[in-house]
């Protein structure tokens, strides 16, 4: 007797067939629908950094629970909050500094959330935390960042140390989330609070990512001149598509295991 696939499990098989050319392509197409779709049904763009902001602490809640009531901190990079911090951190400066508006009350509350998970994972659960499996040097993801805001950061009247350090905070969140990745690549295995904390990351940053692009497009590329000349327009906008397509392999198999009834995500190798 012949056993019917569900469409999900039939797509996914095929994806997963396909040569990394192929699942590159799809993965742009992908993210040009969606970017379609959400210009046409999503009216003020500016929406969507709110839904980025809400889900983003949905995310953050999720994290809290885990660590208060299963009293495990298994599965969670301490370098990925680590490096949360600093760039949170330095854009807490710049915007002291140089724009301060409602962002900054956002990401003073994310800090502090921050710096108590830190707080917790590094003392009050540190029985459990996986440090043999969070094994990315901290000094991979900062120093490239540095010296690429040393070359390329804003052109505006601000002092330069200032717009140093603002270049700086944009190119460590976009790559902030790999330490986390390879503790996930390491343990190939991920259990649901940290899946689902990592999946409201990806989301957020889609989001965050759309606002931009939307803005970018609908302002005829005046949005990128308002933010200097040079290299540093375009490479905002890059990073903002980074931290998006950083984490979209995940965020396919977490779908893929949620839509197969599965409480834990199985991450084949070479994933993330």
């Known amino acids: 007797m012949k056993v019917h ?5 039939a797509v996914s098989l095929w994806v997963r067939r396909q040569p990394p050319k192929v699942k590159a392509f799809l993965a742009v197409v992908s993210g040009m629908a969606a970017l379609v779709l959400l210009r046409f049904i999503v009216h003020d763009h500016d929406n969507l950094f709110v839904a980025a902001e ?3 602490s949905i995310g953050i809640s999720v994290l809290i629970y885990k660590l208060t009531k299963e009293k495990t901190c298994a599965g969670l990079s301490l370098k990925s909050q680590d490096l949360t911090a600093i760039f949170l951190a330095v854009r807490l400066y710049c915007s002291f500094v140089m724009e ?3 962002h900054t009350l956002l990401d003073l509350a994310t800090l502090a959330t921050t710096l108590w998970v830190i707080y917790m994972i ?9 440090e043999d499996k969070d094994n990315l040097a901290i000094y991979y993801v900062v120093v490239p960042c540095a010296v690429l805001a040393l070359c390329i950061h804003p052109s505006t009247s601000h002092n330069l140390f200032n717009r140093i350090s603002w270049a700086f905070c944009v190119y460590l969140e976009a790559i902030s989330v790999l330490p986390q990745l390879r ?4 343990t190939q295995i991920v259990e649901p609070f940290t899946a689902h904390y990592v999946f409201a990351l990806g989301v957020a940053r889609f989001l ?40 979209a392999d995940f965020c396919y198999y977490y779908i893929k295991s949620v839509f197969g009834g599965q409480l834990v995500v199985r991450l084949p190798p070479g994933v993330v």
């Open 208 to 247: 965050s990512c759309a606002h931009w692009v939307l803005q970018v497009l609908d302002s005829r590329g005046q949005l990128l001149v308002a933010l200097g000349y040079g290299l540093w327009p375009s490479m905002v906008l890059l990073s903002e598509i980074v931290q998006t397509f950083i984490l």
């Open 122 to 130: 590094r003392f009050k659960l540190k029985s459990s935390y996986m």
């Open 183 to 186: 503790v996930m690549q390491n």
């Open 5 to 9: 696939k569900r469409p999900i499990h």
């Open 100 to 102: 301060y508006d409602i």
């Open 54 to 56: 809400t889900v983003h």
